[in-house]
């Protein structure tokens, strides 16, 4: 079945302790991205990915790591998590091209807690 | 700026009426992509409908049925009949065409309650 995975799908975790949420996806996308979901903000993007070592910041960065050493996976790393990065996290995956392509598909959605 | 409006914040309908979801957007591109996504309640994002901007043919898909007008920067979606399980916030989304499948703007969504 084609899909994104997430995990964990739920996280509590203490203000300063590194956490990594991971993504991968198994239908061979060459774009992945994070976006945050928070009430009254919407959905906005964190990072993107285009290539393998090929990454690039998207409307909220700040506080976000990534890295894309392989084509499936694309994990959100958090080196020091803050209350304010309390949300509920999405990882996106997309082929580029006119054919279907520009479509994200998105994982299940992984809700962080950072107390 | 680009930018994806609803305006409708949350909409209430009983079963088995019609309910259409307006979605205005803005952008200064001439070629660009129209997305439709679901999230039900168990928090999913599930993708509904793709739409490119020189494409203004109306789609329909079962109870599902989409109406692209560029003139009134618009991509409405109407729900016939609608069911319970149609109960979920719908977003409306925004793509340039050359940031397709990376940049994906966002409005802030429609939450549909169908009551029985």
């Known amino acids: 079945e084609a899909q994104v995975t997430q995990n964990p799908r739920y996280l509590i975790t203490v203000t300063g302790k590194k956490l990594t949420v991971t993504c991968s996806q198994n239908m061979n996308h060459e774009y992945m991205s994070w976006y945050r979901q928070d009430p009254g903000l919407g959905l906005r993007q964190i990072y993107y990915s285009m290539n393998v070592e090929v990454t690039d910041k998207g409307d909220v960065p700040e506080g976000y790591k990534v890295s894309r050493k392989e084509k499936r996976n694309f994990p959100l790393i958090l080196e020091s998590p803050s209350p304010n990065q309390t949300s509920l996290y999405f990882c996106?995956?997309?082929?580029?091209?006119?054919?279907?392509?520009?479509?994200?598909?998105f994982g299940p959605g992984t809700r962080l807690t950072v107390l | 700026a680009q930018k994806v409006t609803q305006a409708q914040t949350e909409i209430s309908v009983v079963e088995k009426e019609d309910v259409t979801l307006d979605c205005v957007y803005e952008?200064?591109?001439?070629?660009?992509?129209l997305f439709w996504y679901k999230q039900p309640p168990s928090g999913e994002l599930v993708f509904l409908i793709r739409r490119n901007s020189f494409d203004e043919q109306n789609e329909i898909s079962g109870r599902y049925s989409w109406n692209f007008q560029k003139s009134t920067s618009s991509f409405n979606f109407t729900i016939t009949a609608s069911q319970v399980v149609d109960s979920a916030v719908y977003f409306c989304a925004l793509s340039p065409f050359n940031q397709a499948g990376t940049a994906l703007i966002f409005g802030k969504g429609t939450t549909l309650s169908v009551s029985s």
């Open positions: 952008t200064r591109d001439t070629t660009y992509y």
């Open positions: 996106a995956s997309s082929s580029p091209g006119l054919a279907g392509g520009g479509t994200q598909y």
